[in-house]
């Protein structure tokens, strides 16, 4: 691993020193709508967005992601089952109302379709690809509570963490605006490809599978 680190760093060093305009950096924010799209736990509200980009060509490069969600809600109207047959009655209907948040961290690469992260006129197309972490924060409220000593919940009461690996991918469209600055709107995925059952989680095969379409400012240095 350090043996390709000190390549890709006098691949680098030799670029910049033959006149080369790149490698370049570029930070990026924005803000827009997220939403999991699983239905017995789907929600929509807000994400925010910190992106940081290595340029390495005008086609090419490294893009890191921090993605912060806000407080997502749903409600959920499920049957807890007796333990024992003499319990009565055998089954419990009730209302979970849930709330999902989490942070996701993300690294991969990033191609650009049409034009270069460093173009005055125009606009650009660029997709990315690549993995990341998801970390989660559950909070489940039963409506009535129930004894879990008496009866199988489909989901427990209570707060608590998961974490999930991600494969993400995103398609964006940006413009430049003048002053090294580009305004660019884009569309994301977060496709689990890992599963941790949680008791805390209804629906834990591919949760949560979340896109997020935002709007922003990214400037190059």
Known sequence: MFTRFTILSLLIILSYFAGAQFPRFSLGTDLGLLHNFQQEQGFSTIGYRVNANFHLTRKDGITTAFTLSGIGKYENTLSATARDISTNPQQLHYTNKGQMRF?????????????????????????????????????????????TADYTLPVLQGQARFKRLTFDLGLGWEKPVGGDFYFYTEARVFIPSSDYPSPYILVNQNAPFAGML???LRILF
Do not use: C, M
């Open 214 to 216: 935002g709007a922003g």
């Open 103 to 147: 942070r996701q961290v993300t690294a991969g690469w990033k191609h650009y379709i049409r034009g270069a992260p460093d173009t005055e006129s125009g606009w650009n197309l660029y997709g990315h690809a690549g993995f990341g972490l998801l970390l989660g924060r559950i909070n489940n409220l039963h409506s009535p509570t129930i004894d």
